[in-house]
């Protein structure tokens, strides 16, 4: 049965509405999926019409953020921070104020994807982006599958978080190159299963150190 807050205009709310607690990202999704499965309301039938990949909660957006402060204290490299393939961008807002350094969302803006792109997420392909900014950290989620540009970007030894789901997303090859699994246990992926407990997505580090 949902709770009252889960509901707006007759929908289910959008995840990503606000930030909320881990907690109440379980409960909404479990409701979700009990009612009428996750596929479609990840698709865009959401109170926000918002496609999501993953979902964000305040404890995976804040283990995040202390994975890219705790690297940029230790590289004392300048530049700004990157998100390549932003999506909408909702990753990068969120992230803001815990970050201490400018957050870049770039995205090619394909219109393969029921993504709406906002204004403030930057049109460029993700390595012209790494040409322009020189980062001196760069995320992404949910890489296309097959694409081979995280490892063209690793291999250029740019601080990264790559948050995905292997190997639905991105190359595998890029698992072959050194790399630190956060085995986060806030990472809720599109195709996962609150209700069975069962959860597939995590966040790899390239060329950082341990935290
Ligand atoms: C699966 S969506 C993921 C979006 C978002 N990161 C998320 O987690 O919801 C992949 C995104 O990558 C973008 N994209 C695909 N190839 C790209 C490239 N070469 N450079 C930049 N963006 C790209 C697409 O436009 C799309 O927005």
Known sequence: MPEDWMVSRGEFVDPHGLLRPFSEIIRLLTAVEQERGLKEYFEGYNAGGRCIFQVFSTEFVQELADAINSTLKQTQQGGPVLEVMSGDGVLTDFLKPLVGRDIIATDAKSPRYKISYTKSVERIEALEAIQKYRPAFVF??????????????????????????RPMCGHPDLFEIGHIRLHSRYAIGRHDSPLNGRFSTDVYLFNCSAT
Request: hydrophobic fraction near 45%; glycine fraction near 8%.
């Open 140 to 165: 992404m989620s949910w890489e296309p599958y097959l694409s081979m540009d995280a490892v063209e970007i690793a291999k250029t030894g740019t601080p990264m978080a790559w948050i995905g789901e």
